[in-house]
């Protein structure tokens, strides 16, 4: 796990009292241009109110802020970077923000309607990735398969849901699902032979596996591509203004950062492949 990210889990287990042992330490703040540091910031302002000078309506609604961080948002950010999980892990989270409005109605209302607009991903093409999910039942799996047997019946250009609409999102995501969903695993030349087989039989048939496996290694577009504009900052304009040179640049950073991934002894030591 990235050390940006332990640092968010742990500040949760700090914040709801599991760090008995007081092996977690707390660090210095870091950049904040980012949802994970703003959680960071607002978590780390609540665990040191007393030390400043912070009015009640001030803890009050970081207070508010902070709840909903550990008990809904920062284990739905955590799985954002599943491709696969996406149908199943939305739902869940979707679910729990209107869960959440036994807790705190005007959070719930405005985070289901700003969240609502954020399914532009979820069209014909990629509702596929479903079949891989293991978290998806296979009655299901099953009405996807005869979903990809229907012709095309949506000029949608995305799936569309209404806060209103959040305990369907699973059961709106199948439906959307016809036989252009296809083209998507015709792109990647997946085998789909498993599809003429029962979902029962998926966990031991090797194209299946050979596909879910693809599918899991699947990066994430916005996950990619926000530490790509990162390293074109840093690097733009840098050592040289040649843009062939400047791309085989890049490569050697990015390939050097996956080979050392922290500034350690062990890690420095390590010779280069």
Request: charged content about 25%.
């Amino acid at each position: 796990m990235r050390s940006d990210y332990r640092e968010l889990v742990e500040l949760c287990i700090v914040l709801i009292g599991r760090n008995s042992d007081s092996t977690i330490k707390i660090r210095p703040p870091g950049t904040l241009h980012h949802a994970r540091w703003m959680a960071i910031y607002s978590f780390k302002i609540f665990l040191f109110r007393q030390q400043l000078s912070l009015q009640m309506s001030e803890v009050n609604g970081l207070k508010n802020i902070c709840l909903f961080l550990v008990t809904v948002y920062v284990k739905s950010w955590l799985e954002s970077s599943s491709a696969i999980g996406a149908p199943f892990n939305d739902l869940m989270f979707f679910k729990k923000l209107k869960k959440y409005e036994n807790i705190n109605r005007g959070i719930s209302s405005i985070s289901l309607k700003k969240f609502c607009n954020h399914l532009w991903y979820l069209n014909e093409e990629s509702s596929i990735l479903t079949i891989f999910d293991k978290n998806v039942n296979i009655a299901s799996k099953k009405r996807i398969i005869e979903n990809l047997k229907r012709g095309n019946l949506h000029t949608e250009r995305k799936c569309i849901v209404q806060p209103n609409e959040v305990p369907l999102l699973l059961e709106k995501a199948i439906d959307f699902i016809s036989q252009k969903s296809l083209n998507l695993l015709k792109k990647l030349n997946i085998d789909i032979s498993f599809l003429n087989i029962s979902p029962n039989l998926w966990d031991r048939d090797d194209s299946y596996l050979k596909s879910q496996e693809i599918f899991q290694n699947l990066r994430v577009v916005n996950d990619t591509a926000e530490r790509g504009v990162k390293l074109i900052q840093d690097f733009n304009g840098l050592l040289t203004v040649d843009e062939e040179q400047r791309q085989f640049l890049l490569q050697c950073v990015e390939d050097h950062r996956k080979q050392h991934p922290a500034c350690k002894k062990v890690t420095l030591k390590r010779k280069c492949d």
